[in-house]
């Protein structure tokens, strides 16, 4: 039985780690193809990317991991079919179950140890990755230039535009002051700005245009005998003109902007199961409370209920210092009443009407929100188990399978595993949809794909066990058989 578990193990290790691999620079790949428009031109650097490659890398594990796990689960049983070794181990009496069992072990442990990996450490990464995409998102160079106005958002420059965009513009003028004894204005009739390669320096590429440089005034100096001696005397100011030239200015100081992450982390993906229970619980418990409020100053509101206070209490009215109890006998009756008076009555209460159904409305409206918000963290609450269980239920459709099909290597197991991972994906994406769309509760939703595969499962593994073809159906044959 020890060599059973080596074997087997060993078997599924190799295609597991190898499939694992490049599932998951395919989805990474994917990742940099939809925010290439976003991480091009803005001269990151490379900790930068690192970081965040790191951060996505993590975020992407669990969808990489279920189709991992099909396509080794079928590849390796696969390769026993088709070697005969899956046959010979039957027939020394080992049935197809014990046969699965040491992967079994080992997929549970994988998909506990997926369980706990999304609950702690994805909530993490996502919210790192969505803090520094947000910051690279919106690092743009040409944003700290704004026409009509001077930019000093890098230090020791005052940089104007007349007109421009992107990075093309009209009318520059760039005043240089980082020399402390000289100030140089650079005047030019357009430009185009863009960043080096490394992303430390800023270039502007100018045509016709003049560079003026002359020293900055200083205060006379004296010597003992009272002669003032300007330090200014020997150095005349310069001006020079050209058709075409590249001004460098150093980036020092214009790093990544990093937010703070507390923006980010109240997300419904960025927090574990008992942060979301514990949300869901006080979105509940305020709901509850602002309904109470709300009802309680709906009938405060209701002059019959009012009426029946005083009556009942002796309270007040609303002069205080008038005190009066209310009896039958004050109420007002309509038909006793003016018709200017029946009319001021009909047009208050059409007011108070008009009022209480807005009231009620906006209610409304603050309960399908809260009912929604409440769903939204549901979804990622049961998203994080049916992410485990779908694991487990995708090693029972890839084991029969390859022991079905008897082929091994990346042929044949890789297509079926491309067809099954997208209908796993499909069903998926419906479940989630249907979910946010409340077509359906967030269990059903995201547990959709699972509940889907799992007679699938049951019916490979039933026609894997017991060698029988895959579209059998014994109850039905017989009868008609014998008829």
């Known amino acids: 039985m020890k060599r059973l578990y080596y074997f087997s193990i060993r078997?599924?290790?190799?295609?597991?780690?190898?499939?694992?691999?490049?599932?998951?620079?395919?989805?990474?790949?994917?990742?940099?193809?939809?925010?290439?428009?976003?991480?091009?031109?803005?001269?990151?650097?490379?900790?930068?990317?690192?970081?965040?490659?790191?951060?996505?890398s993590a975020s992407l594990i669990p969808l990489a991991l279920p189709l991992a796990i099909l396509l080794s689960s079928i590849m390796t049983f696969g390769n026993l079919s088709e070697n005969n070794e899956l046959t010979a181990l039957k027939a020394s009496g080992l049935s197809l179950y014990r046969i699965i069992r040491p992967l079994t072990v080992v997929v549970l442990f994988i998909a506990l140890g997926t369980f706990f990996f999304a609950n702690y450490v994805i909530p993490v990464s996502t919210l790192k990755w969505h803090s520094l995409i947000y910051d690279i998102q919106n690092t743009k160079i040409s944003s700290i230039i704004k026409p009509g106005s001077y930019s000093t958002d890098l230090d020791g420059y005052a940089i104007k535009v007349d007109e421009g965009n992107d990075d093309a513009f009209k009318g520059v003028l760039i005043h240089d002051h980082t020399s402390p004894n000289e100030i140089k204005s650079i005047r030019a009739k357009e430009g185009r700005i863009y960043k080096s390669a490394n992303g430390k320096f800023l270039f502007f590429e100018l045509k016709d245009g003049t560079v003026m440089e002359e020293l900055a005034p200083q205060s006379p100096s004296f010597s003992e005998d009272g002669i003032s001696h300007s330090p200014n005397s020997n150095h005349p100011s310069r001006r020079s003109s050209f058709k075409q030239a590249t001004y460098k200015i150093d980036l020092q100081g214009f790093d990544l902007s990093r937010s703070q992450e507390d923006l980010f982390n109240d997300k419904h993906d960025m927090l574990n199961v008992f942060q979301i229970q514990y949300t869901i619980d006080s979105i509940q418990a305020s709901g509850q409370?602002?309904?109470?409020?709300?009802?309680?100053?709906?009938?405060?509101?209701?002059?019959?209920?009012?009426?029946?206070?005083?009556?009942?209490?002796?309270?007040?009215?609303?002069?205080?210092?008038?005190?009066?109890?209310?009896?039958?006998?004050?109420?007002?009756?309509?038909?006793?009443?003016?018709?200017?008076?029946?009319?001021?009555?009909?047009?208050?209460?059409?007011?108070?009407?008009?009022?209480?159904n807005k009231n009620l409305d906006s209610q409304k409206n603050f309960l399908v929100a809260m009912d929604k918000d409440i769903d939204q963290y549901l979804i990622e609450f049961h998203r994080k188990f049916a992410l485990t269980f779908a694991i487990i239920i995708l090693f029972f459709v890839g084991a029969p399978l390859g022991a079905i099909v008897r082929k091994g290597g990346f042929g044949a197991p890789v297509?079926?595993?491309?067809?099954?991972?997208?209908?796993?994906?499909?069903?998926?994406?419906?479940?989630?949809?249907?979910?946010?769309?409340?077509?359906?509760?967030?269990?059903?939703?995201?547990?959709?794909?699972?509940?889907?595969?799992l007679p699938i499962a049951i019916w490979l593994m039933r026609a894997a066990a017991n060698d029988a073809p895959l579209f059998s159906f014994p109850p039905i044959k017989n009868p008609l058989k014998r008829k």
């Open 11 to 56: 078997s599924f290790t190799g295609p597991f780690l190898v499939t694992f691999a490049i599932s998951m620079f395919i989805l990474i790949m994917q990742f940099f193809w939809k925010y290439i428009d976003d991480l091009m031109g803005k001269g990151l650097s490379a900790s930068v990317i690192i970081e965040l490659l790191f951060y996505i």
């Open 289 to 356: 409370d602002i309904i109470e409020n709300f009802l309680t100053s709906i009938k405060n509101d209701h002059a019959y209920l009012n009426a029946h206070n005083f009556q009942d209490n002796s309270k007040l009215t609303q002069d205080d210092n008038i005190k009066e109890t209310y009896s039958p006998d004050t109420i007002l009756v309509f038909d006793e009443l003016t018709n200017q008076e029946k009319i001021a009555a009909i047009t208050m209460a059409q007011t108070k009407l008009r009022n209480k």
């Open 415 to 453: 297509v079926i595993a491309a067809l099954l991972f997208m209908v796993y994906f499909v069903l998926i994406t419906i479940g989630d949809n249907m979910a946010k769309a409340d077509s359906v509760s967030p269990f059903v939703g995201m547990w959709f794909a699972s509940l889907v595969l």
